[in-house]
């Protein structure tokens, strides 16, 4: 068959979301979700689990729907195998293997979350060899591809900005995710309230900035707009460096956003100016490619394709770095 009839599904479970893509050759025919959010306090794993359960059938059937086509037609099943939740990988798992029984291949291929990510930037930004700014609840790290792995330049030495903004989110009062927010909030603050900035080296540390915070919110000096306002600016700012330092180290041309913090239009703004100042091309996929999603997870089970399917497995703790890019 010809691979640009050839159909993956990509299911994608490893937080807090539970996502099916579907894509023909490298066209995208489906891209739905359903995502575990709270009103206040964060995420509960067991409990993400099991909004997995109840709604991957229906989430698989809207996905088919949407691409037109029926089980039958599915050449490739691919999911999450890490890193993630354990009780939420499983589901995507145990969903992926009952979906891949019923197709006529029964082919079925474990894929990494943050790699396809990173891979996704091809099929969407048609991207040649980013730089990439990962940034999502777990994950910060800044990428590059050099001699088949990719290659972790930088990242947080604590918690992912994402797992921050939620937790600083969680202390305003607000349930998850908080990113959305905080970035409203944001848009309100008017006063730089001066906060700590960590870069060491290649990497960016949160915790400090976290706890500082915590402070500023008990003793209420602040207004949470002028707050919201300073933490986006002085977090994003940290990524932003690390993310220009890669660029000129590696002497790259394009910087590629993933994860679901980068759908910050200031974040956005701010890598727009940095790679037009340095004659670089900045991409930003759509926000439905860059929070979790399974069109990457088919895109990534697309590139592996001629991986030998082996027994599905899950790798809870697998890093960005320990994949053998051998699909290129
Ligand atoms: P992901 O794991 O890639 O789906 O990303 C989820 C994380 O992105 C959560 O921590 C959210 O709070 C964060 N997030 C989503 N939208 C925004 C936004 N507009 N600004 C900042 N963070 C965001
Ligand atoms: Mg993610």
């Given at each position: 068959?010809?691979?640009?009839?050839?159909?993956?599904?990509?299911i994608?479970?490893s937080a807090?979301?539970?996502?099916?893509?579907i894509?023909?050759?490298?066209?995208?025919?489906?891209?739905?979700?359903?995502?575990?959010?709270?009103?206040?306090?964060?995420?509960?794993?067991?409990?993400?689990?099991?909004?997995?359960?109840?709604?991957?059938?229906?989430v698989?059937?809207?996905?088919?729907?949407?691409?037109?086509?029926?089980?039958?037609?599915?050449?490739?099943?691919?999911?999450?195998?890490?890193?993630?939740?354990?009780?939420?990988?499983?589901?995507?798992?145990?969903?992926?293997k009952?979906?891949?029984?019923?197709?006529?291949?029964?082919?079925?291929?474990?894929?990494?979350?943050?790699?396809?990510?990173l891979?996704?930037g091809?099929?969407?930004?048609n991207?040649?060899?980013?730089?990439i700014?990962y940034?999502?609840?777990?994950?910060?790290?800044?990428?590059?591809y050099?001699?088949?792995?990719?290659?972790?330049?930088?990242?947080?030495?604590?918690?992912?900005?994402?797992?921050?903004?939620?937790?600083?989110?969680?202390?305003?009062?607000?349930?998850?995710?908080?990113?959305?927010k905080?970035?409203?909030l944001?848009?309100?603050?008017?006063?730089?309230?001066?906060?700590?900035?960590?870069?060491?080296?290649?990497?960016?540390?949160f915790?400090?900035?976290?706890?500082?915070?915590?402070?500023?919110?008990?003793?209420?000096?602040?207004?949470?707009?002028?707050?919201?306002?300073?933490?986006?600016?002085?977090?994003?700012?940290m990524?932003?460096?690390?993310?220009?330092?890669?660029?000129?180290?590696?002497?790259?041309?394009?910087?590629?956003?993933?994860?679901?913090?980068?759908?910050?239009?200031?974040?956005?703004?701010?890598?727009?100016?940095?790679?037009?100042?340095?004659?670089?091309?900045?991409?930003?996929?759509?926000?439905?490619?860059?929070?979790?999603?399974?069109?990457?997870?088919?895109?990534?089970?697309?590139?592996e394709?001629?991986?030998?399917?082996?027994?599905?497995?899950?790798?809870?703790?697998?890093?960005?770095?320990?994949?053998?890019?051998d699909?290129?």
């Amino acid at each position: 068959m010809q691979d640009k009839d050839f159909i993956t599904v990509g299911i994608e479970a490893s937080a807090h979301t539970y996502a099916v893509g579907i894509i023909k050759g490298k066209t995208i025919l489906a891209n739905q979700r359903a995502s575990y959010t709270t009103e206040v306090g964060g995420i509960i794993p067991m409990q993400a689990a099991l909004h997995h359960e109840k709604h991957a059938d229906e989430v698989i059937a809207n996905a088919l729907k949407e691409a037109n086509i029926s089980i039958k037609d599915i050449d490739l099943v691919s999911y999450t195998r890490g890193p993630g939740m354990g009780p939420c990988l499983r589901v995507g798992l145990a969903t992926a293997k009952k979906l891949a029984e019923k197709t006529k291949t029964k082919q079925i291929v474990g894929i990494n979350h943050c790699v396809a990510h990173l891979s996704v930037g091809q099929l969407t930004n048609n991207t040649k060899d980013p730089v990439i700014l990962y940034s999502s609840g777990a994950n910060t790290q800044v990428i590059a591809y050099e001699g088949k792995r990719y290659r972790i330049m930088g990242e947080t030495l604590d918690m992912g900005c994402g797992n921050f903004l939620d937790s600083f989110a969680r202390d305003l009062g607000l349930g998850f995710p908080g990113g959305p927010k905080i970035a409203e909030l944001a848009h309100k603050g008017k006063k730089y309230v001066e906060l700590p900035y960590s870069v060491k080296g290649m990497d960016v540390s949160f915790s400090g900035l976290f706890t500082n915070l915590k402070q500023k919110i008990q003793k209420k000096e602040f207004k949470k707009e002028d707050l919201a306002f300073s933490t986006q600016e002085t977090a994003f700012a940290m990524l932003v460096e690390v993310a220009e330092r890669a660029l000129a180290h590696t002497n790259k041309q394009e910087l590629f956003l993933a994860g679901g913090v980068c759908c910050n239009d200031r974040l956005q703004e701010m890598c727009n100016i940095m790679c037009k100042e340095r004659g670089a091309v900045c991409h930003i996929p759509s926000r439905s490619v860059l929070v979790d999603n399974g069109v990457m997870i088919a895109w990534q089970g697309y590139l592996e394709r001629k991986r030998k399917t082996t027994v599905p497995e899950l790798r809870p703790y697998e890093r960005t770095d320990q994949v053998n890019v051998d699909w290129v």
